[in-house]
C-alpha cells in the first residue's frame, strides 16, 4: 500500500533563504509524485509533479523537487523564500491513476 | 479555462439538516473527484466519477453521503442528516483520462454545522 510522509507540520524561514520541506513516501510501484501548495481558504494548486522522467523536476514559482528512490524521499526545495510562499504545503503519492494519498501537510510560515 | 468552480463558498447548518453541494468541473475534464479536508490534515479521497459513472467510494462516505453527476458535466454531493463531525471543508477536483495527469482543485465548499 502508498503513503506519505511529511517530516515537518510546520517550517519557518526568514524572506529570502532557502526552504527545503521534506517528504518521504512508500509504495510498491513506481509512483507519481506531487507537491501541491494551498493558500488559506483557497484550493490545492500544482506546484510540479515526478512521473519517472528526469529526477529533479521544476515547478512553478522557483520551486523544485528531487525524486531519490534510493532514500524514497521527494523533497520540495526553493533557494530563496519570497513572503508569498507563505502557505500549506501537501506531498502527494500515486501508483495508480485515482489513487492519490496526500501527506498532512506542511505549513510554512516566512518572516520578514 | 475557467477552472474548477465550488459553490457555495461557505455553508453554516443546523445538526439534522441536509445540505448540497455543487462543483463545475474543467469542461473537457471527465473524471470528477470529491475530497474532504479537516483542520490540519490533508485531503482524503471520498470518491470519484469517470463522466456520469461513479467508480470509487471511500469507506469514509458513509450512507448519508451521496454523490452524482447525472449528465457527465458537474456535480452534486449531498449529506443527509448532517452531524457535527461533518464539518470540514469539502473540495472537489477534476482531471484527464490521461495518465500522470494532475489534480485541477476548486476553492472548496467549507461546510459547519452547528
Known amino acids: 500500500a502508498q503513503s506519505v510522509t511529511q517530516l515537518d507540520s510546520h517550517v519557518s524561514v526568514s524572506e529570502g533563504t532557502p526552504v527545503l520541506l521534506r517528504c518521504n513516501y512508500s509504495?510498491?510501484?513506481?509512483?507519481?509524485l506531487f507537491w501541491y501548495v494551498q493558500h488559506p481558504n483557497k484550493g490545492l494548486q500544482l506546484l510540479l509533479k515526478y512521473t519517472s522522467a528526469a529526477t529533479l523536476v521544476k515547478g512553478i514559482n522557483g520551486f523544485e523537487a528531487e525524486f531519490k528512490k534510493s532514500e524514497t524521499s521527494f523533497h520540495l526545495t526553493k533557494p530563496s523564500a519570497h513572503m508569498s510562499d507563505a502557505a500549506e504545503y501537501f506531498c502527494?503519492?500515486?501508483?495508480?491513476?485515482?489513487?492519490?494519498?496526500f501527506g498532512a501537510g506542511t505549513r510554512l510560515t516566512v518572516k520578514p | 479555462d475557467t477552472g474548477v468552480s465550488q459553490n457555495p463558498r461557505h455553508k453554516i447548518t443546523k445538526r439534522g439538516q441536509n445540505v448540497t453541494f455543487r462543483c463545475d468541473p474543467i469542461?473537457?475534464?471527465?473524471?470528477l473527484y470529491w475530497y474532504r479536508q479537516t483542520l490540519g490534515q490533508g485531503p482524503e479521497f471520498l470518491t470519484y466519477?469517470?463522466?456520469?459513472?461513479?467508480?470509487?467510494k471511500s469507506r469514509l462516505l458513509s450512507d448519508r453521503f451521496s454523490a452524482e453527476r447525472p449528465k457527465g458535466s458537474f456535480s452534486t454531493l449531498e449529506i443527509q442528516r448532517t452531524e457535527q463531525g461533518d464539518s470540514a471543508m469539502y473540495l472537489c477536483?477534476?482531471?484527464?483520462?490521461?495518465?500522470?495527469?494532475?489534480?485541477?482543485f476548486g476553492n472548496g465548499t467549507r461546510l459547519t454545522v452547528t
Open positions: 502527494v503519492v500515486s501508483d495508480r491513476p485515482d489513487d492519490m494519498r
Open positions: 469542461s473537457e475534464h471527465n473524471r
Open positions: 477536483a477534476s482531471r484527464l483520462d490521461r495518465t500522470n495527469s494532475p489534480l485541477h
Open positions: 509504495s510498491s510501484y513506481s509512483p507519481s
Open positions: 466519477f469517470q463522466n456520469e459513472a461513479q467508480l470509487e
